[in-house]
């Protein structure tokens, strides 16, 4: 009965795992995570600020460093964090997109799903050809 158990909570535990780590992996590169929203167009703007210098008010309100607007969506404000504690992938980030917009180069940027809000956080940055 004990090897059963074992047997049992062992395929259980493979199964469940298998299946959480699968949740959120796209099925390719070209379709997004469900925690993305796909945004592209050209870059309008690039700015980089000191860190503590917060952007928006109330619920719009962002603590970020880097901020872009695509021309397809002048309203939005695409943010990243470059604080001491942010991943390293933020600083790869943050230089792809001050070289697609100094290049003029239209980019696809995944953002995170916030109902209402015009600052959004950037969660990847991709070309397409």
Do not use: C, W
């Amino acid at each position: 009965m004990n090897t059963f158990y074992k047997v049992g909570m062992l395929l259980f535990g493979t199964l469940f795992a298998g299946s959480v780590a699968l949740a959120d992996t796209p099925p390719s590169l070209k379709v997004p995570d469900t925690h993305s929203i796909m945004s592209k167009g050209n870059l309008t703007l690039y700015r980089v600020q000191v860190e503590g210098l917060e952007f928006g008010r109330n619920n719009e309100e962002i603590d970020a460093e880097v901020f872009v607007t695509l021309d397809s969506k002048p309203d939005m404000v695409f943010t990243l964090r470059l604080h001491g504690d942010s991943p390293p992938v933020n600083t790869v980030i943050a230089n792809t997109l001050r070289e697609a917009y100094l290049s003029k180069t239209p980019v696809t940027i995944y953002h995170q799903i916030a109902p209402g809000r015009k600052n959004v956080k950037i969660h990847m940055v991709q070309f397409d050809r």
